[in-house]
């Protein structure tokens, strides 16, 4: 009779911690990206001077409403091989950008592009 007890506490501790631990992974939200904190120093880092002004002569990408505007385009262009005409950083005069890079463009489209 003891071992029965014994198995079947077991058993509903075991559950209880597998539940547990999954609240844990639902509790986690991701990361706000923010333009001014993370996508801001990728666009400078990654697009200047060419869009850029002063020296600059192509599209803007400058401000976070100049960037917020095109980020579908930006994030289509930057995930093209880079043989394409259309990639971008153009004729690598500035390393492509890392998946990691790209992900966090992606994550800031995805909850609405906060500033």
Known sequence: MKKIAIV???VSALIALQ??????KAAKAPAV???????????????????FPP?????ALNTYDAV???ITEIIARVKLPQIDNK???FKNKKPALSDSLINILEQWQKQNMPQ
Do not use: A, W, Y
């Open 8 to 10: 079947v506490l077991s």
């Open 19 to 24: 539940n547990c631990s999954g609240s844990k």
């Open 33 to 51: 990206i923010s333009f001014d904190k993370d996508v801001m120093p990728i666009m400078q880092s990654r697009c200047t001077p060419c869009h």
């Open 55 to 59: 020296e600059g002569r192509k599209q």
């Open 68 to 70: 917020k505007t095109n």
């Open 87 to 89: 990639f971008m950083p």
